[in-house]
């Protein structure tokens, strides 16, 4: 949400009204060029009136994309602006104002989850409809027809996910869909109301929604005539408490709610991975116990080469009570063998870890080596593979699942390979790094040779 202008506007409602036309119709550039220079030489109503122009003040993911697209994506997190975007969006396209549209669009359709939400968000909440518009262009709301009048004729019609047969009959030029993910009866009503939308020579329409990997929210990514934008919480952090944002980073930063819910990322995971979202949420901890041992695991890649694998760097520790605990990832992409091998022991020293594991199944000797020549003092233990990365990974997924490793805090990145390995590696068809290098860790001080949990006791 962008700030709301001043609602006391003054003058007459007809000068007003006029000169905002008058405002409106010259070019964005003059009117950005004006609003740069102060306004002083245009006077205090032509400033009260710039004040109103969406188009000066909105975030670019916030104005409608160029091109010749049929729909408009709009993802982001909690309290991103995306209701102020799809409000504007509709305003401008009823009553025909550039960048929205060249003439008004007679019949919109705003579809939500429930009726509540479409009126108490869509239209009579803070960045909903009816607080964006000027007074003298303010649309009757009538809640008991469920619509939206203007002056100008256009109307809105109110729907809901709830009821997608309420969507078969009516005929619409553009629509604005409000948090799509939360939909029931998402594909019915979708269907439906791409039947509806057939009016005029260009029907459109606006999605605006924290983002969740569903079916039809991939479909849209990857369909050529979807333009997309996307916004985090923090893109509106002008307009939200600075305590609010605070709190919300510190608890669900790096989390999968949290990546979901203020990035506004569609966070994936694969039906036959070893791991799932909600099995590390409830691994997840903030402050790790004092630990016996920690051990930094490197997974080096085959290749010097800038364009060879990351080398997975994983630190993980052992408690008293025999629990495992992930301290951190520090993998790295496209590094020199001495650039990560200066980044394994610089990890090794901060968290003062008794060892480094590094696997020499390719290059052994020379990943050892390298670390000899950045700190000879420092004890590595290699450990060599007699088993495919999905076996390997096994015993350590089953130690998850017993409730036996923490994860100290979140990490990404490491998370999306192992929400998303199965029997034939990952999705993308790279090596799980990262992945590799947490096994290695784990294995090393939770599993004996064969997989086996090593008798309690350090």
Not at 3 to 17: F, M, T, Y
Request: hydrophobic share 40%; glycine share 10%; charged share 25%.
């Amino acid at each position: 949400m962008s700030p709301v202008p001043p609602k006391d506007c003054a003058g007459s409602k007809n000068s007003e009204a006029s000169l905002l036309d008058a405002w409106l119709a010259l070019p964005l550039s003059i009117r950005i060029w004006a609003g740069q220079r102060g306004l002083q030489t245009f006077g205090a109503e032509l400033l009260k009136i710039y004040e109103w122009d969406w188009a000066r003040w909105a975030r670019p993911d916030q104005l409608p994309p160029q091109g010749d697209w049929f729909s408009w994506l709009v993802m982001g997190g909690r309290g991103a602006g995306k209701t102020r975007t799809g409000a504007e969006w509709v305003r401008g396209m009823a009553l025909g104002r550039s960048p929205f549209a060249i003439e008004p669009v007679g019949r919109i359709a705003l579809v939500g989850e429930t009726q509540a939400q479409v009126r108490d968000v869509m239209i009579e909440g803070v960045s909903g409809l009816l607080a964006i518009h000027h007074r003298w262009e303010k649309p009757v709301w009538s809640p008991s027809r469920r619509r939206l009048e203007w002056g100008n004729g256009a109307i809105a019609q109110v729907f809901t996910a709830e009821d997608p047969e309420g969507l078969r009959g009516p005929q619409f030029g553009a629509a604005w869909s409000d948090e799509l993910a939360k939909w029931p009866n998402l594909q019915e009503t979708w269907d439906m109301l791409q039947l509806g939308l057939r009016l005029g020579n260009q029907p459109r329409q606006v999605v605006t929604t924290t983002p969740r990997p569903l079916p039809l929210i991939k479909r849209l990514l990857d369909d050529p005539r979807v333009a997309i934008s996307r916004a985090a919480t923090r893109a509106n952090r002008f307009n939200l408490a600075q305590s609010f944002l605070d709190s919300v980073h510190q608890a669900y930063g790096g989390t999968r709610l949290g990546r979901q819910e203020l990035e506004g990322e569609i966070v994936e995971e694969s039906a036959d991975a070893l791991w799932s979202r909600a099995l590390i949420e409830e691994c997840r901890e903030r402050e790790e116990p004092p630990l016996a041992r920690i051990v930094v695991a490197i997974d080096p890649p085959a290749s010097s080469s800038k364009r060879a694998d990351s080398c997975g760097l994983v630190a993980a520790g052992i408690d008293r009570d025999g629990l495992g605990h992930v301290l951190a990832d520090a993998t790295l992409a496209g590094a020199r063998p001495h650039e990560w091998a200066q980044a394994a022991v610089a990890l090794y020293r901060r968290l003062e870890a008794d060892a480094l594991v590094v696997e020499v199944n390719q290059g052994g000797e020379m990943a050892t080596s390298v670390i000899r020549e950045v700190d000879p003092g420092v004890p590595v233990t290699p450990v060599r593979a007699s088993r495919g990365k999905f076996l390997r990974a096994e015993p350590v997924a089953s130690l998850y699942a017993q409730g036996r490793v923490r994860h100290a805090g979140a990490f990404p990145a490491l998370e999306d390979e192992m929400c998303d390995f199965g029997p034939t590696g990952l999705s993308s068809g790279r090596s799980p790094d990262r992945l590799d290098a947490l096994v290695w860790a784990l294995t090393h001080l939770m599993l004996g040779p064969k997989g086996r949990p090593r008798v309690r006791g350090l």
